[in-house]
């Protein structure tokens, strides 16, 4: 490259536009790298898990690592009148669980 300070406006608006170019080259190169990247990370797994006589599948329980549902607890507790309803006791107390703790039960009387 000619040096910038003895060229023309030109020459510089020209030298620009190539410099550019040759980057969003080099932006787009490096967005395809990262999906080969993970194509080729994938295949090397896949092929590791086939090797033990094994498929993602039954690795991940036929769901996504990304989507990931988290699996289910088995119930911890049982409403005291109707024994179908259950609670893990994870996230939110269920009303009827408050209420028998209101009304005087403790956990231990609720565990399964």
Partial sequence: MAQLET???EDLAKARAETEAQLAQIKKAEAEYEGRKLQELKAEIEAMVARAGYSLADIFDGKSAKKG???KQPPKY???ENKT???SGRG???EWFKDA???GKT???LSI
């Fill in 107 to 109: 956990r231990e009387d």
């Fill in 101 to 103: 703790l209101n009304s």
């Fill in 7 to 9: 060229m023309n406006m």
């Fill in 78 to 80: 049982r409403h005291p």
């Fill in 85 to 87: 309803i259950t609670w």
């Fill in 69 to 71: 549902g988290k699996a």
């Fill in 92 to 94: 939110r107390q269920p």
